[in-house]
């Protein structure tokens, strides 16, 4: 069974920046499309960004294209998410997902990572 690990959250100034990883156990990620989503406080989960392993392709929601970074880390076979100028609505848990086919629908995605906080203040 994969195992997802997400590490990098914290508090965060408006403005600012964090990176985000998420790791794995074995080689879970070849073949598969690797996302991140988050879910504020009583709102839905919501799409963050998607990136195939090995086409590269990104897909990115739309609260977040042209701040927001998902790289692959092929050394430490990570999935990364860089936060630029980060805002106040971008507080929520953020959580890594594997799937097979590029998703936006957390539905669709059976293996998840616990969750990291991150949270921005002003």
Same mark, same amino acid.
Request: contains cysteine.
């Given at each position: 069974q994969v195992?997802?690990?997400e590490t990098g959250g914290g508090l965060a100034q408006v403005g600012s920046s964090l990176r985000l990883s998420c790791s794995a156990s074995g080689r879970p990620f070849g073949? *598969?499309?690797m996302s991140w989503f988050r879910q504020a406080p009583n709102k839905e989960r919501e799409f963050v960004a998607s990136v195939g392993w090995h086409s590269g392709y990104t897909y990115y929601g739309d609260s977040v294209k042209g701040r927001f970074t998902i790289s692959i880390d092929h050394a430490k076979n990570s999935v990364d998410l860089q936060m630029n100028n980060l805002k106040a609505e971008d507080t929520a848990i *953020?959580?890594?997902a594997?799937?097979?086919y590029y998703s936006e629908d957390p539905t669709s995605y059976d293996t998840w990572g616990q969750g990291t906080q991150v949270t921005v203040s002003s």
């Open positions: 195992q997802l690990t073949g *598969y499309f *953020y959580s890594c594997r799937i097979r």
